[in-house]
């Protein structure tokens, strides 16, 4: 999270994270001047309003919360992952982070943390705080997580996203990773993740693993500050910044187990100091969705792990749901036939699927499977054999295309003892009363081949 932006030169009134003392006192001293302001809890406005009526939850709750994102810049989102889910979660991510972190110590090389976790603002001196990259190939107890946040029907962060996106699902996800706080984290300076542009860049969702207390350092925000007089402010740098901090309100987020803030990238926030003697670990997991909308540099690095493709929120849900399908087929991990993040599981289940159709009979996958044999693609090797075969079964239920490639074969020898210009004017010819694409001119000009061939006989 905030990976290179507080170092960037090219971000007015940046931080320089290398100076980590230097960060710990800017810290303590936006602390103070915050105090100085109301201080809030975030959602709290919310709870106290009337809600006589459960119906229409979803949509409702889901336009509600858009407009409150559109409004404040940040939304509490209540009960959107189950306690049972969060807290077996958490433990793993602890577990990954302290592999991780065992990893590091044992390779060589600068850079080799860079494999496990993403650069944070105010890491600290003693590993307090770390930002951890998660994978999802082979992680299915993180994909069910995940499917429960993004796919389960009943959910609302899907929905609030969508609302927020004006109900597209088009967003791509552009961060997976866990933030982690130890006791004795320092608090963060109050920053954005993106500087100011028109649209919001990104939507980030921290999602809490456990309760959230005001020892364990929770993340502040100021409300209504994504707009471009209040980063005019902060890039005032100390003035404006202090008498922002000075003046505005602010909210924390003391989440309980399953609850999640959802913010534009745009909105001043930080990481509060986890109290060393009271605190304790404070996990959370968080993503990052890009409007496709903002056409401007995102400003930072996303923390996710490479080989992580940008796919849609459709897409992600699409796979999270096809990951969900195989618990209930499967007692355990162990047992998983398919990984719908493994490129190559996906890439042998689509192989599968196509030969599977193609057998049963279904045209379009017997020329699928024909094209892919005849080019070496879809991971199937060239056999021109095989390419024929299954385009004669294409061709023979009508399929205009595969009339035309099996014609071609034919005129070509491809795939077959000999040329048969006979065989390849018949197809052309069916092919063309389709009106296939060229199949016309191709016809006439292999009936001009035959008549020339009888001549010179």
């Known amino acids: 999270m905030t990976n290179n932006i507080m170092s960037s030169s090219s971000f007015a009134g940046a931080f320089d994270v290398g100076q980590m003392d230097a960060l710990e006192q800017r810290g303590e001293l936006e602390a103070s001047l915050m105090q100085q302001a109301t201080v809030g809890v975030l959602g709290e406005e919310g709870k106290k309003k009337n809600s006589k009526k459960k119906q229409k939850e979803k949509k409702q709750k889901a336009s509600l919360a858009a407009r409150t994102l559109f409004q404040d810049g940040v939304v509490q989102l209540n009960g959107i992952l189950s306690d049972t889910t969060a807290a077996s979660l958490r433990e793993e991510i602890l577990e990954r982070r302290d592999a991780a972190y065992a990893a590091v110590e044992s390779e060589s090389g600068e850079d080799e943390w860079r494999k496990y976790f993403a650069d944070v603002l105010l890491k600290g001196h003693r590993n307090q705080r770390c930002d951890l990259l998660l994978p999802l190939k082979g992680w299915h107890s993180l994909q069910l997580a995940l499917h429960e946040l993004l796919a389960a029907k ?69 409300p209504r500050s994504h707009n471009a007089e209040a980063h005019a402010a902060y890039n005032d740098v100390p003035q404006g910044r202090d008498d922002l901090l000075r003046n505005k309100k602010s909210v924390v987020a003391l989440l309980k187990a399953g609850d999640a803030s959802l913010f534009d990238s745009r909105s001043l926030h930080c990481g509060g100091a986890n109290d060393a003697a009271m605190g304790a670990t404070r996990v959370l997991l968080y993503m990052s969705f890009r409007n496709p909308r903002a056409t401007e540099p995102i400003g930072n690095v996303g923390s996710i792990m490479p080989d992580i493709p940008r796919m849609t929120l459709a897409e992600f849900r699409t796979k999270l749901a096809a990951a969900s399908a195989q618990s209930s087929d499967c007692k355990d991990d162990v047992d998983l036939p398919f990984d719908p993040f493994d490129d190559e599981q996906e890439k042998k289940k689509a192989m599968g699927d196509l030969y599977l159709n193609a057998k049963g009979g279904d045209a379009l996958a017997q020329l699928q499977l024909g094209t892919n044999y005849y080019l070496g693609e879809g991971g199937f090797e060239t056999d021109l054999a095989e390419s024929v075969r299954w385009f004669e079964l294409a061709a023979a239920q009508g399929n205009a295309r595969a009339q035309f490639n099996l ?51």
């Open 407 to 457: 014609g071609f074969c034919f005129s070509t020898g491809q795939g077959m003892p000999q040329r048969d210009l006979q065989r390849a004017a018949e197809l052309f010819r069916l092919a063309s009363e389709q009106n296939h694409p060229g199949g016309k001119e191709v016809y006439e000009e292999t009936l001009r081949e035959l008549e020339q061939v009888r001549e010179d006989q």
């Open 154 to 222: 009943s959910n609302l962060l899907p929905s609030t996203l969508m609302a927020a996106l004006g109900g597209n699902d088009d967003a791509t996800l552009y961060e997976l990773s866990a933030l982690i706080s130890e006791p004795g984290s320092s608090r963060q300076p109050v920053h954005p993740d993106n500087p100011h542009q028109e649209e919001p860049p990104l939507f980030t969702v921290f999602v809490a693993l456990q309760d959230i207390t005001t020892d364990m350092g929770p993340t502040s925000f100021i």
